[in-house]
C-alpha cells in the first residue's frame, strides 16, 4: 500500500519553529513534486507550499511567504517543511502530497498523507 507519513506537529507558541517531515511508504515519489496542504476546523483545505521533483522549483501560498520552507533531501525521499515565526492561524492539520507536475490545485495531486497536527497558541 503506498502511503506518504507526515511527522514534526505539535503544539508551539506563536513566534516558535516547526519542521515537519514527509516519508514515502510503499514506493519512492523522487520523480513527483511534492506539496503540502493545511486544512483548519470549519475550513477547505489550502496550498501551502510545493516543490518540484528536482528540488529546484519552489511555490508558496502568499500567508507562508518568508516564513516556511519547503526542501527535500539529495535522494529526494524526503520532503521537510521547516515553519518559522509561527502564527495562531497556522493552527491546521498539515497534509503531504504528490503530484506530477508542481502545482498548486489540490486536485493535481495523486497521493495523500494522513496528515499531522499543527497548533500554534498566542
Known amino acids: 500500500q503506498v502511503q506518504l507519513v507526515e511527522s514534526g506537529g505539535g503544539l508551539v507558541q506563536a513566534g516558535n519553529s516547526l519542521r515537519l517531515s514527509c516519508v514515502p511508504s510503499g514506493r519512492t515519489f523522487s520523480n513527483y513534486a511534492m506539496g503540502w496542504f493545511r486544512q483548519a476546523p470549519g475550513k477547505e483545505r489550502e496550498f501551502v507550499a510545493a516543490v518540484s521533483w528536482s528540488g529546484f522549483r519552489t511555490s508558496y501560498a502568499d500567508s507562508v511567504k518568508g516564513r516556511f520552507t519547503i526542501s527535500r533531501d539529495n535522494a529526494r525521499i524526503t520532503v521537510y517543511l521547516q515553519m518559522n515565526s509561527l502564527k495562531p492561524d497556522d493552527t491546521a492539520a498539515y497534509y503531504c502530497?504528490?503530484?506530477?507536475?508542481?502545482?498548486?490545485?489540490?486536485?493535481?495531486?495523486?497521493?495523500w498523507g494522513q496528515g499531522t497536527q499543527v497548533t500554534v497558541s498566542s
Open positions: 502530497a504528490a503530484a506530477r507536475t508542481l502545482s498548486s490545485d489540490p486536485t493535481a495531486y495523486t497521493y
